[in-house]
């Protein structure tokens, strides 16, 4: 491989890392919410799959990916209201309840699937995303191709890292988030509906991982494959331990996991000879490893977990 080859790969590397690392990233901003509120949402992948499945539905419908996008979201809000009104106000397992989450989706959207687009193999015509290039930025060399020509969620993933970021840390409404995760009662004692917390952490939580889902399905497959999130939400919830609850942390975990996915594509195209079950297995192989490394050394909100009850 020469110079030239060489940079090739490392451009067309880079811009699929970023590609791979979009889904988990935005589903992981929406989890660091979640966990900051003190509530464990291991429903994630459920609610992903859901989210690939009813934004193809919306954009099959109605002829527009912006449908398909809002179908996706709007149903997810659904599924997080389920699972706020299971945990935060019967006080249910949150593990049980996010484990029922993820049974839920995969048997809904196998149903769903099949009962609207039927079993053959032809796949109709729907609207998908775009790749858009930003003028002037695209023409930069080597940075232009990786950053500057990508599909609008990957823009805004990466543009809700800063965003979430204020959110949390420099405003009132993210210190009430982490006060609520802290010490519930200390801040129901100041007036703070905590109930009201995380029903909003979790139903905008489970939106943002509605939109990962549909990113996959309408980005970066262009239409629905039964359980096509294969374990990305629960690497979205393996960033958020990785990235110690933050939001620049989970970018750099996202970052991580998606350049081992985006290596095990690499790989395949280059004819390694390396047998592909080998190759699939890198971004799981990946997480299992930043797992064992990290878990011990992240601390997640003291009342994780932990259903909050008034005396």
């Not at 939001?247 to 095990?264: H, M, S, T, V, Y």
Request: charged residues 10%; glycine residues 12%.
């Amino acid at each position: 491989m020469g110079n030239e080859g060489l940079l090739n790969f490392i451009v067309s590397f880079l811009a699929t890392d970023l590609r791979c690392a979009t889904p988990i990233l935005i589903a992981a901003l929406g989890l660091v919410f979640i966990e900051r509120s003190g509530v464990v949402n291991i429903g994630v992948e459920g609610t992903m799959l859901i989210g690939s499945l009813l934004g193809v539905v919306g954009s099959y419908m109605f002829g527009s990916v912006w449908w398909g996008v809002l179908t996706a979201v709007a149903a997810t809000a659904l599924i997080g209201a389920l699972f706020a009104y299971f945990t935060v106000t019967l006080g249910a397992d949150q593990v049980v309840t996010g484990t029922a989450i993820n049974i839920l989706g995969m048997g809904v959207t196998t149903t769903l699937n099949r009962l609207i687009f039927g079993l053959d193999k032809s796949i109709p015509p729907i609207d998908t995303f775009k790749v858009i290039s930003i003028p002037v930025l695209s023409k930069i060399p080597v940075l232009g191709s990786v950053l500057f020509q990508q599909m609008l969620p990957v823009y805004v993933a990466f543009l809700l890292v800063p965003v979430a970021h204020v959110v949390l840390f420099r405003t009132p409404f993210g210190l009430t988030v982490r006060s609520v995760g802290e010490h519930p009662k200390a801040a129901d004692t100041v007036g703070i509906n905590v109930w009201k917390i995380r029903y909003a952490t979790v139903i905008g939580g489970s939106c943002l991982a509605g939109l990962a889902g549909c990113y996959l399905s309408l980005g970066v497959l262009s239409f629905f494959i039964e359980n096509m999130v294969a374990g990305r939400g629960f690497i979205a919830l393996a960033a958020v331990i990785f990235g110690k609850y933050t939001p620049l942390g989970a970018l750099l975990a996202a970052l991580l996991f998606g350049a081992g996915e985006a290596l095990q594509y690499r790989f395949q195209a280059l004819g390694s000879g390396i047998p592909y079950q080998f190759m699939l297995m890198i971004p799981y192989v990946l997480t299992v490893a930043v797992l064992a490394g990290f878990v011990g050394k992240s601390t997640p909100p003291a009342s994780s977990g932990v259903p909050y009850t008034k005396e």
